[in-house]
């Protein structure tokens, strides 16, 4: 195995003599979310005084000659339509991969052969370029402007630690997928109903959501009118609490005044006359003359029951006249 590995690179020093000044230049190493899109920048400069016939692409092949498979090949009529080149046969080398999967992953070269199948004019670039697949990748979303106010231009770019280029995302506001899908969504002139909460994800790969990036536009101030009592039930539900409360607190005043009136008849007689002459003084007794004081306790209203005035005889020689049906004097007022 060693003896096989020191041939192969005495013969690509050969080749690489030979060649003169042929060269390939690659990107830099690449880390690709499965099924992203990428890109792998190439340039060559053909070897002096031949013309390139035939480009081709291999994985994990140091010469990438004969028989090796290769991913692309400029004379096969049967490539994978998920690679694409992008070059040309005069320096331009670029290679396109859709929708990559993990059989990817590997270290591509690139080799240009001559028109006239000249073994001198053909050179393999064997640095290459590594692509390393990877099964998720944690999408961010960073914004082009930090606080962006009402009337200003915003552009959100979704990206993720690894790699890639020209990937095909879906961008989502609130859950909602949006019809841009490219890797940098444009907002603006920004309004009130950009606010909202912006996600993205691959699109062959929904489970690689983006944690949410929230957009907030102040809304534009506005002249509250109020409306009606009943637009508004808050107020409406307080009026009503308010009513209910003040009757609760009528009929409690209500039955303090009731019991307290029941509890002093004099001063229910003292305001209401009517009720005062329904007062039964029948055995009050009336004050001796000049007793002041016992006139200022006495009452206003006096009841005299039970006075029976009867006749004397001034003749006795006349009969004394019976009087059957004596006078009585009651509630006699002064």
């Known amino acids: 195995m060693v003896v096989w590995d020191i041939k192969i690179v005495w013969i690509v020093g050969m080749i690489a003599a030979a060649t003169g000044d042929a060269s390939v230049s690659y990107s830099d190493p690449v880390c690709a979310v499965r099924g992203s899109t990428v890109t792998l920048l190439c340039t060559f400069t053909p070897v ?98 930090g606080d962006a106010g009402r009337g200003q231009n915003v552009t959100l770019v979704c990206t993720a630690p690894c790699t890639f280029h020209q990937l095909e995302l879906t961008w989502f506001k609130d859950d909602h997928a949006l019809s841009e899908s490219g890797p940098a969504l444009h907002l603006g002139p920004l309004t009130s109903e950009d606010s909202g909460n912006y996600t993205c994800s691959l699109k062959t790969n929904p489970d690689s959501f983006s944690t949410p990036f929230e957009v907030y536009v102040a809304p534009e101030e506005e002249e509250v009118i109020p409306g009606p009592v009943g637009s508004d039930p808050s107020l409406a539900l307080g009026l009503v609490f308010g009513v209910l409360l003040a009757l609760v607190g009528l009929v409690v005043v209500v039955c303090i005044i009731r019991r307290t009136r029941a509890a002093d008849p004099h001063q229910t007689a003292a305001e209401d006359p009517a009720k005062a002459k329904r007062l039964d003084y029948s055995n009050r007794i009336a004050p001796l003359a000049g007793d002041q004081e016992a006139e200022r306790q006495q009452p206003e209203y006096i009841s005299y029951a039970s006075v029976t005035f009867r006749l004397q005889n001034q003749n006795k020689s006349r009969p004394a006249q019976r009087t059957d049906d004596p006078i009585i004097y009651s509630s006699v007022k002064p």
């Open 48 to 145: 002096p005084s031949f013309t390139v016939g035939r480009v081709r692409w291999c994985r994990n092949h140091l010469i990438c000659q004969g028989e090796t498979v290769s991913v692309f090949d400029s004379a096969s009529g049967t490539n994978n339509q998920r690679y694409r080149y992008l070059g040309d046969n005069r320096r331009n080398c670029s290679l396109q991969i859709t929708d990559i999967q993990e059989e990817d992953q590997g270290e591509l070269r690139f080799r240009m052969e001559a028109e006239n199948d000249d073994a001198r004019g053909h050179y393999t670039g064997q640095s290459g370029v590594r692509i390393t697949v990877t099964e998720r990748s944690p999408m961010t979303i960073r914004s082009s402007a």
